[in-house]
């Protein structure tokens, strides 16, 4: 037996993540890049007809949007004319069962003013498509602003009401 070496054949598994997750983890990935690149046809695909998705915020997609087109049309908005946005990266996703994390990081400029958020997309599943999606940015005010001219900005807006409220 001198110089055989011994051969064993090892499958790895984690017991914690089950087919379920892992279906999730693929589609909700692919939801990711389909919004970071903008395909209309590919976030479409990835819905159920009968998704719910819920937008926070002030901006003209705020509010509960009902079925796969109506959802669709109001996750991938364009930017205000003088709004520019220079990136656009998965930072994270995350998976546990039929529910999933996708967290999009953004860059760019309002007018010459450099701005960055991130947006999680908190996403529910029936195991094929995309049933629920739940979405928050980080900074709602830049997320809304990008999107709508008719949003202001929140510069300053904490030190006014704190200074409006010490006057009494």
Known sequence: MSGDVAHIDVTATRPDVDDT????????????????TGDRESVGSLLATSVAVLISGRGPTAGRHDGSEEARSALLVDARPDAV???????????DGRRALVVIAQSGSIGSRP?????????QTDGERIVGVTEYSGDQYVADEVVSPHVVSNEGRWWRWRSRRARG
């Open 85 to 95: 946005v220079d990136a656009v990266d998965v930072a994270e996703v995350l998976a």
């Open 115 to 123: 701005v960055t958020w991130e947006t999680a997309y908190h996403l």
């Open 21 to 36: 997750t892992e279906a999730t983890r693929e589609l909700a990935s692919e939801f990711a890049r389909a919004l970071t």
